[in-house]
């Protein structure tokens, strides 16, 4: 099949299951189209074309005899370098664990493996998923930042590289560089998917996310990894969302989503906000502008606090015996954390809970809040990743997020709109998203005719 890396990734599983594409073509579409772009946008730190077409074969086997296939069979997936994986090192974005090898795969890796997945290799990330860059470029424009931390993942899937590519976000990891990139990022609710095997920054944080071009493909490969991990004290024992049945039925009646002006809005820049305004004027009577509680503007001091001190204690070992092959960055913020007290990390940790409840209030009333993904396009220069900040709310409080390629910035760039539900209800979180992507064609259609 021409052009096979072009395929969606429910497109490409579709075709593999019925015979009308292998995997080992699918798989040799995606090294060629690596062969092309990697020199320029590098968002590969491992990669083994043998090994890929390998997992291909006999992904092609299994099909021809007969035998059980997963959702995601034959379908290659980029794996960001902060997930242990048996098959290539993980080294954490940093040269103190260069060459590092582990005795087992993360659950998420283990979970895309036993979904059929195709596991092409690992991301660049930044170091040990902070802030520092890494080498990848923006696959729009290499002058400028892929964003970050899993700025390999969400280049590769940008640049038609592979399908579908797993990350991370403890404050904008997922959700920025997929808007930068003018892919689709979605960063399920706290605890949905295990983070046992991934780096660990910080625990009350860290989340699991994951890189496509459509909400549909996001479902299908958050969905692969949705299997309770008792290893992982954040994951309760409990039905997970359909996703995949959900994201793409036509919903009851058209969603209503709330416009939120987040604490940080003046930081937008004024090219982002006409485009958003521009946005919600098409949405019309179905989007309504609201405001939440003064109290929300305390959450980036708080949110701070636990991801500083979490990185101090964390990455302590590793600081105490290599602190010279630390960046500037993340020593300046392991001294920070090393200053929080107990009392004030233990009271940011209170506050998660009840932020997030009064935030599930706002949402009983809509199907999801939209709002900007990041403050603009991705920034000029490779020496830092952009501002994560109005991501930092929807993290700090656990709450689902996906962004959506749907904006142009002034440059050219892409520009996401992220979409936030309710805390465990992210079917219709996805099915909004995919409505509004339709939607926003349809209207974009209707005015150029």
Not at 120 to 136: D, H, I, N, Q, R
Request: charged letters at 20%; glycine letters at 8%; proline letters at 6%.
């Amino acid at each position: 099949m021409e052009n096979a890396h072009a395929l969606s990734a429910a497109d490409a599983a579709r075709a593999i299951r019925d015979g009308g594409l292998t995997s080992v073509d699918l798989v040799k579409s995606c090294l060629d189209r690596i062969d092309a772009f990697e020199p320029k946008v590098r968002a590969w730190t491992h990669l083994d074309p043998d090994f890929a077409l390998e997992q291909a074969e006999a992904a092609d086997k299994v099909r021809f005899d007969g035998l059980p296939m997963g959702p995601l069979h034959g379908v290659p997936v980029g794996i960001k370098d902060i997930f242990d994986t048996v098959d290539f090192p993980t080294e954490l974005g940093s040269p103190i664990h260069a060459g590092r090898r582990t005795m087992h795969d993360a659950a998420a890796v283990s979970q895309l493996k036993q979904a059929g997945a195709v596991i092409m290799g690992k991301t660049v990330t930044t170091e040990f998923a902070v802030y520092a860059p890494g080498k990848t470029r923006n696959p729009h424009d290499e002058n400028r930042t892929p964003g970050g931390s899993s700025s390999g993942s969400a280049a590769a899937v940008a640049a038609f590289m592979v399908p579908l590519a797993l990350g991370s976000q403890t404050n904008g990891s997922t959700i920025r560089p997929a808007s930068y990139c003018g892919v689709v990022g979605y960063k399920p609710s706290f605890g949905l998917i295990s983070r046992t095997g991934a780096l660990k920054q910080s625990t009350p944080l860290d989340q699991v996310g994951v890189f496509a071009r459509s909400a549909r493909d996001a479902a299908l490969m958050a969905e692969a990894m949705m299997a309770y991990d008792d290893r992982d004290g954040a994951m309760i024992a409990a039905a997970s969302p359909a996703l995949s049945a959900v994201v793409g039925q036509d919903p009851a009646m058209p969603p209503k989503v709330a416009f939120l002006k987040s604490p940080v809005w003046d930081q937008a820049e004024r090219g982002t906000r006409e485009a958003f305004a521009e946005l919600t004027e098409v949405l019309g009577d179905r989007c309504a502008e609201i405001e939440i509680a003064d109290v929300y503007g305390e959450v980036f001091e708080l949110h701070r606090m636990i991801m500083e001190a979490d990185l101090a204690k964390n990455f302590a070992y590793d600081f105490d015996r290599a602190a010279d092959q630390f960046s500037p960055q993340l020593s300046e913020m392991i001294a920070r954390g090393q200053k929080v007290t107990a009392v004030e990390y233990n009271i940011a940790r209170e506050r998660q809970a009840a932020l997030r409840q009064g935030l599930d209030k706002t949402l009983a009333e809509f199907d999801a809040i939209i709002t900007l993904a990041t403050s603009g396009e991705a920034p000029e220069g490779l020496s830092a990743t952009g501002s994560p900040v109005f991501c930092t709310l929807w993290t700090y409080t656990g709450l689902p997020a996906v962004t959506l390629p749907l904006m142009t910035g002034e440059a050219g760039m892409p520009l996401g709109v992220q979409l936030i539900g309710r805390m465990r209800d992210d079917g219709r979180l996805l099915r909004t998203a995919h409505w509004l992507t339709h939607f926003v064609g349809a209207s974009s259609d209707e005015a150029a005719a």
